[in-house]
């Protein structure tokens, strides 16, 4: 454990700061990033870095994402700063809908594969189980990730539940693909916020 540096990267409302036991320094995601312009609402965009009992840990709230515009590759120097800070083991975290009805709304899943179906296939499939985090932890699922910004239609959510996804978003992707390139060992856990296939009045 003494040579574990922890990165952990939330959004979507999620807020995982309060977990630090020690918080030695707090700093604006755009002063780090100052090529980022655009913000999501539920981001705090700041960076914590402190420790989880002996563990040296760095949390950052908040993300960049396809749908914003940041072509591929910028999530590379996005995930270079973590490289940079000399982080071993990367958590991402986001909020995603359920295609999986055995899955309950509220629960987190853990990833263990991820499928690309947007315009750079790539291969993450599937991700290294996440034992270090937790050995037996339930539920596990397929994550399907999308660009975004626009929802799924009821016809696309079929397809993709139909190849077995179980969770589908919009942000994580490209993290784990350059975390993983990097040589970073990566786990995900996606909190499911609705039910996709639920209906609902559009208004």
């Given at each position: 454990m003494a040579h574990i540096k922890l990165a952990i990267i939330t959004g979507s409302g999620l807020d995982f700061t309060n977990i630090l036991d020690v918080c030695r320094q707090r700093k604006s995601l755009?002063?780090?990033?100052?090529?980022?312009?655009?913000?999501?609402?539920?981001?705090?965009?700041?960076?914590?870095?402190?420790?989880?009992?002996?563990?040296?840990?760095?949390?950052?709230?908040?993300?960049?994402h396809a749908y914003e515009g940041y072509k591929f590759e910028k999530f590379k120097s996005f995930l270079n700063y973590f490289r940079e800070q000399g982080i071993t083991h990367l958590i991402s975290i986001n909020a995603v809908g359920g295609l999986n009805k055995n899955i309950p709304v509220g629960?987190?899943?853990?990833?263990?594969?991820?499928?690309?179906?947007?315009?750079?296939?790539?291969?993450?499939?599937?991700?290294?189980?996440p034992s270090w985090v937790f050995n037996h932890y339930n539920p596990k699922g397929t994550y399907i990730w999308v660009t975004g910004p626009c929802y799924e239609t009821q016809s696309e959510l079929r397809l993709f539940s139909s190849m077995g996804g179980d969770i589908i978003g919009m942000s994580g992707g490209p993290e784990l693909y350059w975390a993983?390139?990097?040589?970073?060992?990566?786990?995900?856990?996606?909190?499911?916020?609705?039910?996709?296939?639920?209906?609902?009045?559009?208004t």
């Open positions: 755009f002063d780090v990033f100052p090529e980022i312009t655009t913000q999501i609402t539920g981001h705090k965009y700041q960076i914590f870095d402190g420790f989880i009992g002996s563990i040296p840990t760095i949390i950052c709230s908040g993300r960049i629960d987190f899943v853990s990833v263990e594969k991820l499928v690309s179906v947007q315009y750079k296939p790539f291969p993450i499939s599937p991700i290294m189980y993983m390139e990097m040589g970073i060992k990566t786990a995900m856990f996606s909190c499911v916020t609705n039910y996709c296939f639920a209906h609902s009045i559009l």
